[in-house]
């Protein structure tokens, strides 16, 4: 049958083309899309080229050449067309959410990356589903404690999703870093305690000023004090900088955002080793594939406890997605976030 595909087709461009998809097989289900979220960063360096030394989900790129077409977007919802044999979890005209999608109309994926939505949950939430996985991994490698202070270093969407979380975890107080004053306005609205410029000279100072506790101020330790839990999400050298700058002694910090980039040097003896400082890799993959434990739980035990969480109503993302566009606008879409400027969080509408 015939499906229509977002295809990243050259450096900056994306098409909607029209291209075959078959049955699902055995063990297979086949989803019409009804919404695909942009997760900015991941799809951006995708769409402008980036080298990623073979290391790249959705395209290799053997010694660092890029490669096209690439397609992405891995977070989705959809309704259930047809299930292959051997399918139990779901059945057809179930409403459900995926992992490691793409933006198209027709998906056939595998079973263990389908779930079932609940019923309270809309087609526009359940598509934020696996990309609030990569916080939520990360928010568990670093082991949080109810009560501890946590540090979020940059406001796009996983930013953004990882401060809820925090939140909904028992993290207090919870800082958002972001250089875009707009982006920390909304990681306040979203419950942040506090937002702050990463740019400022004074920002380590700030981070401990606001999670010293009182035995500290008390004994003039204010400099001992920091976040006790940072998630750091832009990939940026610099921001790894200041995020060690302003993490407390024995700190966990997880380094959600890939930085792709190794040319930037970092003071390891003093801001780690010094201070016991435990840097953890967060990338999605560094999980387990059948089986969780404690900290490090599969895609989809995290994937039905977002889920869990929404439907309990122990997070509220209404209004957290900014814009919906039809396929058909993709072009300008793309174009936007290939452009570099603050990009918002996107979903694609297929039709409901």
């Given at each position: 049958m015939k499906t229509e595909s977002i295809v990243f087709t050259g450096p900056g461009k994306a098409e909607l083309i029209e291209e075959e998809i078959s049955a699902?097989?055995?063990?297979?289900?086949?989803?019409?899309?009804?919404?695909?979220?942009?997760?900015?960063?991941?799809?951006?360096?995708?769409?402008?080229?980036?080298?990623d030394n073979a290391t790249?989900?959705?395209?290799?790129?053997?010694?660092?050449?890029?490669?096209?077409?690439?397609?992405?977007?891995?977070?989705?919802?959809?309704?259930?067309e047809a299930v292959g044999e051997g399918v139990s979890s779901v059945n057809v005209g179930d409403r459900?959410?995926?992992?490691w999608t793409v933006h198209r109309r027709y998906v056939s994926i595998p079973e263990k990356r389908v779930y079932r939505l609940p019923d309270t949950v809309s087609f526009e939430q359940g598509a934020l589903t696996h990309i609030a996985t990569f916080p939520m991994a990360a928010i568990r490698k670093c082991r949080l404690e109810m009560g501890e202070s946590a540090l979020v270093m940059g406001q796009g969407i996983l930013g953004q999703l990882a401060v809820v979380l925090l939140k909904a975890a028992g993290a207090v107080p919870v800082i958002a870093a972001d250089p875009i004053p707009e982006k920390r306005a909304r990681a306040l609205e979203l419950?942040?305690?506090?937002?702050?410029?990463?740019?400022?000279?004074?920002?380590?100072?700030?981070?401990?000023?606001?999670t010293a506790t009182g035995r500290l101020v008390q004994e003039g330790r204010v400099a001992d004090a920091g976040a006790k839990?940072?998630?750091?999400?832009?990939?940026?050298?610099?921001?790894?900088?200041m995020a060690l700058d302003a993490i407390a002694p024995f700190g966990r910090l997880a380094l959600l955002g890939c930085t792709r980039d190794s040319n930037f040097s970092i003071d390891y003896y003093h801001k780690v080793h010094g201070r016991g400082v435990?840097?953890?890799?967060?990338?999605?993959?560094?999980?387990?594939?059948?089986?969780?434990?404690?900290?490090?739980?599969?895609?989809?035990?995290d994937a039905l406890a977002f889920l869990k969480l929404l439907a309990f109503r122990r997070i509220a993302l209404d209004g957290f997605v900014s814009e919906v566009h039809t396929p058909n606008e993709c072009g300008a879409v793309f174009a936007?976030?290939?452009?570099?400027?603050?990009?918002?969080?996107?979903q694609f509408n297929w039709g409901d």
């Open positions: 699902p097989k055995a063990g297979e289900v086949l989803v019409r899309l009804v919404r695909s979220t942009i997760s900015s960063g991941t799809e951006r360096a995708n769409l402008i080229g980036v080298p790249g989900i959705y395209a290799k790129c053997p010694d660092g050449q890029v490669t096209w077409p690439r397609r992405a977007g891995y977070s989705s919802t959809g309704i259930v459900v959410a995926m992992s419950g942040a305690d506090y937002a702050f410029d990463p740019m400022d000279k004074d920002f380590a100072e700030q981070v401990r000023s606001v839990v940072v998630i750091e999400v832009t990939g940026n050298g610099a921001a790894l900088n435990t840097l953890v890799g967060a990338h999605t993959n560094a999980r387990p594939d059948d089986e969780s434990a404690s900290g490090w739980w599969t895609t989809r035990d936007r976030l290939a452009a570099g400027a603050p990009f918002p969080v996107v």
